[in-house]
């Protein structure tokens, strides 16, 4: 007779897994075995495949042509031992200083030119910062109460009372609005290089991530303030040009698309090449940058850069990936010919190999 124990035991389900080749981990397997015949092929083919390549990406790097100018400390215009950087930081920000720098291109740059600003340890990659926006708002559906995301840059006071923020968040109230301009120094005058504010972002960001409200911009805005640290409200960002004003203001939507390391540059710039006299590029010569300095960068010791480049086929300047894929080929040869002296040397012979038996010694 089944005593109780036994019928509770029979009752208590099995962990045992399933009687299943999967389940029971016995289905077939492969695993490969390194064996001089497949590692040192492996080195070989990788250093002799990568070094080419390298060499390749580090040659189209080098045809990109540079100019790089930091601007962080540039003295104010009529003033005695003051920079810029001092003035605004007296002065609140309240009015911008005027600099100029004078710099000397010791070559033409052909081709497509574009202008960037450059910052350093500057975190736009900080977690807090990135998420500090309103994606609905930027696709145009104006709501009088922003994402909870933006605060506290959701609200500021305009006319004695609190109005939504458009955009709202810390990116958007941290743009980068100095004011660069370039002049060519030709004889007995100074010639403005013709620019172009549109074309420098991208694409998808434009058409897909950043929409206008419908119907009139000054009007759709009305009921919203503009960000705390902004001169003027978005809607009067390019007032001449409808298609780069309000949300799809390509300045604001390269601002928007955060850098990834403190140490960046963004596009600000293309030189206007129908202009006459910049049809195929900046001839070289004397030009002067003239900054209308906004930005403050001093205070978390960071730096401010005007960077004049041309383009490559692979694109802007960039030798890292070129200098990466030469190491890896280089010390994948390196390792192959070392592995491959120590197989010499050090392996046995194939007869030694089949005559091996259970007596033979180890060594």
Not at 95 to 119: A, H, S
Not at 162 to 175: E, R, T
Not at 242 to 254: A, H, M, Y
Not at 298 to 323: A, C, E, M, Q, R
């Amino acid at each position: 007779m089944a005593t109780s124990s036994d019928t509770s035991e029979h009752n208590v389900k099995s962990r045992r897994p399933a009687e299943s080749a999967f389940k029971q981990q016995r289905l077939p397997a492969w695993q490969p075995i390194l064996t001089a015949g497949t590692v040192l092929p492996t080195f070989f083919v990788i250093g002799i495949a990568f070094i080419p390549v390298g060499i390749g990406l580090l040659y189209f790097s080098d045809e990109v042509k540079e100019h790089v100018i930091d601007y962080t400390y540039c003295m104010k215009e009529d003033a005695v031992n003051e920079t810029c950087a001092k003035f605004i930081k007296d002065t609140k920000m309240l009015e911008p200083c005027v600099c100029q720098i004078n710099f000397n291109l010791t070559e033409d740059f052909k081709g497509d030119v574009y202008f960037y600003y450059g910052l350093s340890n500057y975190y736009q990659n900080h977690r807090r910062y990135v998420k500090s926006r309103d994606d609905s708002q930027l696709l145009g559906h104006l709501a009088l109460t922003p994402s909870s995301d933006c605060d506290p840059f959701s609200y500021a006071e305009e006319e004695g009372k609190m109005k939504p923020i458009a955009p709202c968040g810390a990116i958007a109230n941290s743009l980068f609005n100095d004011s660069l301009r370039v002049y060519s120094q030709e004889i007995n005058k100074m010639v403005e290089v013709p620019v172009l504010n549109t074309g420098i972002a991208w694409t998808s960001d434009k058409d897909i991530k950043f929409r206008n409200p419908s119907g009139d911009l000054k009007t759709a805005f009305a009921n919203f303030t503009k960000p705390v640290n902004w001169r003027k409200p978005v809607w009067m960002l390019d007032p001449n040009n409808t298609d780069n004003n309000g949300f799809q203001n390509e300045d604001l939507i390269v601002w928007m698309r955060t850098a990834a390391l403190p140490t960046f540059r963004k596009l600000y710039r293309r030189v206007d090449h129908t202009r006459a006299g910049f049809i195929i590029g900046l001839a070289k010569g004397p030009y002067t940058l003239q900054i209308d300095y906004n930005y403050p960068v001093t205070d978390f010791d960071g730096t401010k850069t005007f960077i004049i480049s041309t383009t490559s086929l692979l694109g802007g300047k960039n030798p890292f990936l070129g200098v990466a894929y030469v190491v890896v080929g280089s010390l994948c040869l390196l390792l192959g010919i070392v592995l491959l002296v120590i197989h010499v040397r050090c392996s046995k012979s194939t007869t030694e190999m089949i005559n091996v038996n259970p007596r033979t010694p180890y060594s």
